[in-house]
């Protein structure tokens, strides 16, 4: 049974300035949190805290992880909140328990290779500060060191997902010790008859050749003694899994597995290794092909050694690994050894984007783990901003673009899911779905037969399918709505000739106006006619014929109109030409007045929207949309226009400002006024006016009231 002073003492022994207070005190919540939780196996739940803490010793992190790894389950419990979790040992422990939970609660479902890998790589990316990842590391491996008490059905599922997520990482940081265990329990859940007749087999091999490891170590003492090199050497068996994988990969038995045996010795300098590997191989025979200098070239993980097989003593193969007391540091402890010896004291905290980065992103690098293929695919796992990883309710990984929103989840699913999606739920919770997702969120999209996609998500969504998905429906959407506005403002002009729509079509007549304009169809027509690009008038001026209307032009009294579009005064004091009875609104984004210029825009279902000429929402829209349009200026019309004026707060000003609007000859049709904190009013009027002169001489006269310091007129 672990105690905390063996805990501590291992801490300390490495990290002089632990806090004793701090370490105890975190155990003590931990011990309270989890006072009703046991382990799988019966113990007090403050065991697993402290196991995962003496893992953690061993990879010789700092304070900050080693709380976090006594606290870490934390936020499952009741009875320890944010604020005291904080407020006894920083934010940066919370932050860093919130990042694991996260983490921890992710829903692996291993399918294929690729998946596997996504899942991978989104558990790192997740983890911005690597001493996460440190955590569970050390939390999985405290878990599968009980992993047979559970349910079988827990323990293969937990045992696959180790051997597929948790070892290959302990790996890619360089932990070899932590990676050998974790394959070594999962093997003896997934195959446990194999892993036991190997565990008879590999003891059986241990206790016969246990002789033969001790002559050989001293064989190579001797040989370094004569040579006056100092040096540490260790005979050892391989580990189950990797005999296991060997046997699988090769087809051999384990009887035909050569280098079972590897002898490690441990110098002080590189030139050394060297001269022992010369020694090595002038006192036996190098097996040809079989020598590997990782020195020279290092493992992406930093993993620096030699690597040589030769025809020992008594005629067997052995493999022999070389390396400096650094090296196997590193090789045995990896992040945090580099760390170590790489700044030359105590461990910091890696959250920082500082020269270790550089080094922890080809850490991070996967092609050695993955197909040839995926590896051109995706050559680095996110430490960089371009990617997320998010997951189906079901488990499966979606990579999307950083930034990306449901609606692109909902279409990277299926396109049907995109177009009818109304709504999110983001790891549970109810969400817009402009919500930006973040690594690891567990998204589950809403539809209805209803919903269609909307012209708005193009202003959020990342991915080119949702995107383009998005244009096309709503390009057909605009033609649609095109087409049947077309129809009925065709209708109209066709009316006053005393003509149909349909007389007109059942004829041909208005398939033959169509081919005249160079449309295939007539619904091409009525959409262009929708769209603005073509009049109604010039439409009707195909299809009736010039003695008709030369006949018509005298009944009303028209001169030479057989061609040209007559402007007739709408409700509105606005001319359009070629187009009559049309609902005429104008746009409250600039609120234009009579006697600016104006340009008109066919709103589908709603008629025409008269906009400022320099409008910005129609210098964004659709061209082909905009219609030539005029003031009446003949008709006389009122418009609200708001005018916002700043003054002094003193007494008198609203009656002064009153009486200047009504002395421009204009009513007020509303006033608010609100007084700032620095002795200044802002007053709002609504008030008619008949154009924009008009507009300017109720300006002009607002502002001769002494005390006004600013008037303007509002657009919107």
């Not at 799988?40 to 010789?60: C, F, M, N």
């Not at 590897?262 to 010369?278: H, I, K, M, P, T």
């Not at 997951?391 to 930034?403: A, I, S």
Request: aromatic share 8%; proline share 3%; net charge positive.
């Amino acid at each position: 049974m672990l105690t905390r002073d063996a805990v501590f003492s291992q801490f300390s022994s490495y990290y002089p300035q632990a806090d004793r207070i701090l370490f105890d005190r975190a155990c003590a919540l931990a011990e309270h949190a989890h006072r009703h939780q046991k382990t799988p196996d019966g113990r007090d739940y403050l065991q697993h805290s402290l196991e995962v803490a003496a893992i953690l010793t061993r990879l010789k992190v700092d304070q900050t992880t080693i709380l976090v790894g006594l606290l870490h389950d934390l936020i499952d419990t009741p009875d320890a909140s944010r604020t005291e979790i904080e407020k006894f040992f920083g934010a940066e422990v919370f932050q860093l328990i919130e990042a694991g939970h996260k983490i921890s609660s992710i829903p692996y479902r291993q399918k294929n290779r690729g998946q596997v890998e996504s899942f991978r790589k989104m558990f790192v990316a997740m983890a911005r500060d690597l001493r996460v990842v440190l955590v569970y590391l050390a939390d999985r491996l405290s878990d599968m060191r009980v992993i047979q008490a559970c349910a079988q059905t827990r323990k293969e599922s937990y045992s696959r997902e180790t051997l597929e997520v948790y070892a290959p990482l302990a790996n890619r940081l360089g932990i070899s010790w932590l990676k050998a265990e974790l394959e070594d329990l999962s093997l003896q859940v997934l195959e446990p008859e194999k892993y036991a007749a190997l565990t008879r087999r590999i003891t059986t091999h241990k206790e016969k050749r246990g002789d033969y490891i001790a002559k050989v170590g001293e064989q190579i003492r001797k040989l370094l003694v004569d040579n006056q090199l100092e040096g540490d050497v260790t005979g050892r068996f391989k580990h189950f899994y990797s005999v296991y994988r060997k046997m699988e990969r090769t087809g051999v038995d384990l009887d035909e597995i050569y280098d079972l045996i590897a002898f490690r010795v441990l110098v002080d300098s590189v030139r050394e290794c060297y001269e022992v590997l010369g020694l090595i191989h002038a006192t036996w025979k190098p097996i040809s092909g079989r020598f590997k200098d990782y020195i020279a070239m290092p493992k992406s993980n930093m993993y620096q050694s030699l690597h040589t097989t030769v025809l020992g003593p008594f005629g067997e193969r052995m493999e022999v690994q070389i390396r400096t007391h650094q090296m196997h540091s590193i090789a045995e402890e990896g992040v945090a050894a580099h760390w170590k010896y790489k700044e030359g004291g105590p461990v910091p905290a890696v959250g920082r984007d500082d020269q270790r980065f550089s080094w922890l992103r080809q850490v991070m690098e996967w092609q050695q783990d993955v197909s040839d293929h995926a590896a051109e695919e995706s050559s680095f796992i996110d430490l960089f901003p371009e990617e997320v990883y998010v997951f189906t309710p079901q488990g499966e990984v979606k990579e999307l673009p950083r930034g990306s929103s449901p609606v692109d989840f909902a279409y990277a699913i299926h396109t049907d899911v995109g177009s009818h999606c109304v709504g999110a739920r983001i790891n549970g919770k109810l969400s817009p779905l402009k919500t930006e997702l973040r690594n690891g969120d567990i998204v589950e999209v809403m539809t209805a037969g209803h919903q269609t996609p909307r012209k708005d998500w193009l202003a959020f969504v990342k991915t080119s399918k949702a995107r383009n998905k998005i244009r096309q429906w709503v390009k057909a959407e605009q033609r649609e709505k095109s087409i049947l506005m077309g129809r009925e403002l065709l209708e109209k002009a066709l009316r006053k000739h005393h003509l149909s729509l349909k007389r007109a079509l059942m004829s041909g007549q208005l398939e033959q106006a169509a081919s005249e304009f160079g449309y295939r169809t007539t619904d091409d027509l009525f959409a262009s006619v929708g769209y603005g690009k073509t009049s109604p008038g010039q439409v009707v001026s195909h299809i009736i014929p010039r003695d008709e209307k030369a006949g018509d032009a005298q009944r009303t009294g028209a001169d030479d109109g057989q061609n040209k579009a007559s402007k007739r005064p709408s409700q509105s004091a606005i001319l359009i030409g070629g187009i009559d009875n049309v609902m005429v609104r104008f746009a409250h984004c600039c609120n234009p007045l009579p006697g600016e210029p104006v340009t008109g825009f066919i709103t589908r279902g709603r008629g025409l929207t008269v906009h400022s000429i320099d409008c910005l929402q129609v210098q964004t829209s659709d061209p082909e949309r905009r219609i030539d349009v005029e003031w009446d200026m003949q008709r006389k019309t009122l418009r609200p226009v708001k005018i916002r004026v700043v003054c002094e707060d003193q007494k008198g000003m609203l009656v002064g400002i009153s009486g200047a609007i009504s002395q421009a000859d204009a009513n007020i049709v509303s006033a608010t006024v609100h007084a700032r904190g620095d002795k200044k009013g802002n007053n709002l009027f609504v008030v008619d006016v008949e154009n924009l002169e008009h507009l300017n001489r109720v300006i002009r006269e607002i502002k001769k009231v002494k005390g006004v310091t600013r008037v303007d007129r509002l657009k919107n």
